[in-house]
């Protein structure tokens, strides 16, 4: 198993455990008490956790990388979920899309189409469909930006958010759980995927991979809320499989 492996399954025991033992960490996963005192160092020295005797704490401090540097992960995949979520709007069709790295991505896609309405948070998505005059009805919602995401979020926000019912929403989690649902790290952005959710006829989770069998801070949807889950091809069976089960529609 790859450092990079190891350090994702460790994230994964501390967010449901949040303590954690390196004895134990060991047996899990198959690796000597060196190595993972090694994996320890490293994501400490990343601000994701905190050594203690014997073992580690989650980080109080953790936070999501930067905007711009999100973006720059799993950009193939998330290129394959955009062509794939764009195929599912028609046209005359009113669509809510949140911010997010992946949702950015997907706005190239939804710059190629003519004849809907697409309602968003996001500045980037509205410049990307703005800035190639496409025969799209754009509505940029208002609120305040607070914080590097470039998108509005507040009260003011989800007021607006209530004011339409729209046919599809299409929203990114950081993280997708088929037990526990989907989550954001940031409140505000969960509080605006969650209302637009709750304005659609249909919901629509744009996750790649690596997004998948993870949970992070705040909880915006129960997995049986999730119409269709456009992720690429990399997904697990396993962890498509809840998803399956409860009806909703995968989309590789």
């Not at 400490?44 to 999501?64: F, M, W, Y």
């Not at 309405?117 to 940029?140: F, R």
């Not at 507040?154 to 037990?179: K, N, S």
Request: glycine share 8%.
């Amino acid at each position: 198993m790859w450092s990079k492996e190891r350090h994702k399954r460790i994230l994964n025991v501390l967010e449901t455990n949040e303590q954690v033992s390196a004895t134990n960490l060991a047996g899990m996963l198959g690796v000597s008490r060196e190595t993972v005192r090694r994996d320890l160092v490293d994501l400490e020295a990343d601000g994701l956790i905190n050594r203690v005797h014997g073992g580690a704490l989650l980080s109080q401090t953790r936070s999501e990388p930067p905007f711009r540097k999100r973006q720059d992960k799993q950009i193939r995949a998330k290129r394959e979920i955009a062509r794939k979520a764009a195929g599912l709007v028609l046209p005359g069709q009113t669509i809510l899309v949140d911010a997010g790295t992946t949702t950015s991505v997907f706005a190239h896609e939804l710059a190629k189409l003519s004849g809907i309405t697409v309602i968003t948070n996001s500045i980037d998505i509205a410049t990307t469909i703005q800035s190639v005059g496409t025969k799209i009805d754009l509505l940029l919602l208002g609120g305040g930006i607070i914080s590097d995401v470039p998108a509005t979020f507040g009260e003011l926000t989800l007021t607006e958010i209530r004011r339409f019912h729209v046919d599809l929403t299409f929203v990114a989690p950081v993280a997708l759980d088929g037990e526990k649902g989907a989550f954001d790290f940031d409140l505000h952005e969960a509080a605006v995927a969650g209302a637009m959710m709750e304005q659609a006829n249909e919901t629509v989770l744009l996750v790649d991979h690596t997004k998948l069998g993870q949970i992070s801070r705040v909880k915006y949807c129960d997995p049986d809320q999730i119409d269709v889950l456009v992720t690429d091809k990399f997904a697990p069976d396993a962890v498509l499989r809840p998803f399956q089960g409860r009806g909703t529609k995968v989309i590789l």
